[in-house]
């Protein structure tokens, strides 16, 4: 319960921390920026039935004029202020507003969100999807139809026109919701849709130019013939422009750096503290993740033929609850694993790269709600496995190489000993990467090739600091020291397998 003069008090810090929801504050803010506006549109027309009095349970007697809040005008209420539960009022314009004045593109839109659901969901094929849709379609026209049928039956028995405008409107309603995928009934009308209402990026094709030795079966010569290749590449540059839509911008905003000194996200380490592009406030900071996918079964003699390579990549500039979604990674690239092999991983980076440089050093200029102006998006970190990080930027990719880690230069056999980093083995860009990129000398400095992402502004190899916690931890030394603490308490009689089996 609120009243007027309580609600004109709070500030948008208050409301912020009574409304947590971004998008339920964000609309309790703009309906009383139109409420004191004098700016009512017609949702708020006949709503006494869907608000609630404060002093009871019974719809309240609405007065909205010029700068007023609602109040309620019962005459019990005079003394109390006429206030309305704002709570209840919201979730009744919500249903008043969202069906009552429903056209034909919005149910589309709706019908479109239940596919592209769907679609989402790894265990739903393109088949199931269709299958769905015309199922729902044939569902609803039979249930709307029999409904027409006996609306128009009432309207005759009741001597009611059935083709007064009413009744005809009544009846378009009726014939529209017959079929609610009305335009998006196929995957290419679903896709054509989605591209027309720039939501969807689709990915581009981009050519990969090279050379490969192939024998000559007539003669038995090596030839080096030029081998088409693609991968497909989503470009970052519209995707950051979906930063416009409502409430993304604000979830940033909402992530500050902790004051506490606890460290709780990326935001609270020395490392993006001391970044000269990270220190500012409208830079989105971007975490690239690559990672390969089997797409046939691993055991069959098929495995690794059909293998492809994944980029993808987040912002850190969200609140961890929100980076737990699916919907929050973003794809940027997808390939065939071997043709990095072939080829080396810059072809794939290029166009990532390309994009990056224009984006952490001009920016984008972007136009949502809460800000205009221009925003700088740079490369913080790269995550994955030891072979696709070590391949990406450049260092030995075998555990039995002499200098095996990316981060130090600690030889083989004393890794294997030492449990504490000499501070003078860690690998920077003043003391040793650049000799030993020079060097050209893998056994002896660890380093195969330079790395493409060096060129950005934001991103060096030498400060590549975050380990991966799914390969590193969840599957590696998590299971390792998991099966040795077992090993010993059944060694020492604590329990025994079949005790653990159970």
């Known amino acids: 319960m609120i009243d007027e003069e309580s609600l004109l008090l709070l500030t948008k810090e208050e409301i912020k921390e009574l409304i947590t929801k971004v998008g339920p504050r964000m609309k309790l803010l703009k309906n009383l920026e139109e409420l004191k506006n004098g700016r009512v549109t017609d949702r708020y027309e006949n709503t006494s039935t869907a608000l609630k009095c404060a002093c009871n349970d019974e719809p309240a007697a609405v007065h909205i004029q010029g700068d007023d809040l609602p109040r309620c005008e019962h005459e019990q209420c005079e003394e109390g202020g006429g206030e309305i539960d704002i709570a209840d009022r919201d979730a009744d314009i919500d249903t008043y507003e969202d069906w009552d004045h429903l056209d034909e593109q919005e149910l589309t839109e709706r019908a479109l969100m239940l596919v592209c659901k769907l679609k989402s969901s790894s265990s739903v094929?393109?088949?199931?999807?269709?299958?769905?849709?015309?199922d729902v379609t044939q569902l609803c026209?039979?249930?709307?139809g029999n409904l027409k049928e006996s609306t128009k039956a009432f309207l005759v028995n009741h001597d009611i026109d059935t083709q007064s405008e009413a009744a005809l409107l009544l009846f378009?309603?009726?014939e529209m919701f017959q079929n609610p995928f009305h335009g998006v009934e196929t995957d290419y009308k679903q896709q054509q849709y989605l591209l027309a209402s720039?939501?969807?990026?689709?990915?581009?094709?981009?050519?990969i130019t090279g050379y490969a030795p192939r024998t000559d079966s007539a003669t038995g010569n090596v030839l080096q013939l030029p081998t088409p290749r693609v991968f497909h590449y989503v470009s970052i540059k519209k995707v950051v422009k979906l930063v416009e839509q409502p409430g993304?911008?604000?979830?940033v905003e909402e992530h500050r750096k902790s004051t506490d000194g606890v460290m709780r996200d990326f935001h609270d380490g020395d490392y993006c503290a001391a970044h000269h592009l990270f220190m500012t406030r409208n830079c989105l900071k971007l975490i690239l993740y690559n990672d390969d996918v089997e797409m046939t079964n691993p055991l069959s003699p098929k495995a690794g033929s059909h293998k492809l390579g994944v980029l993808y990549y987040t912002f850190k500039d969200i609140h961890p609850c929100h980076l737990s979604t699916l919907s929050h990674f973003y794809l940027a690239a997808l390939y065939k694993s071997s043709d990095v092999s072939e080829f080396g991983f810059d072809v794939i980076l290029q166009p990532l790269v390309d994009e990056l440089k224009e984006l952490e050093s001009v920016g984008m200029e972007i136009d949502c709600p809460s800000f205009r102006g221009i925003i700088k998006v740079g490369l913080a970190q790269v995550i994955g496995d030891n072979?696709?990080?070590?391949s990406i930027l450049g260092f030995s990719q075998g555990v039995t190489a002499n200098y095996f880690c990316r981060k130090c230069k600690g030889y083989r056999d004393n890794m294997r000993m030492e449990t504490k980093l000499s501070a003078n083995l860690n690998r920077t860009v003043e003391e040793n990467y650049t000799q030993d990129l020079?060097?050209?000398n893998l056994p002896l400095t660890g380093v195969r090739t330079s790395c493409l992402l060096d060129e950005l502004e934001s991103f060096h190899v030498t400060k590549n600091y975050a380990p991966d916690i799914m390969h590193d931890m969840l599957e590696g030394v998590c299971p390792l020291e998991l099966k040795l603490v077992l090993c010993r308490l059944i060694e020492n009689r604590f329990f025994d397998l079949n005790t653990l089996e159970l």
Request: net charge negative; glycine share 6%.
């Open 125 to 134: 094929s393109q088949s199931v999807v269709s299958n769905i849709v015309q």
């Open 141 to 144: 026209g039979d249930l709307v």
């Open 172 to 174: 378009e309603k009726f």
């Open 198 to 207: 720039k939501m969807f990026i689709p990915p581009v094709a981009k050519e």
């Open 248 to 251: 993304f911008w604000e979830c």
């Open 387 to 390: 072979l696709g990080i070590h």
């Open 438 to 440: 020079l060097a050209d």
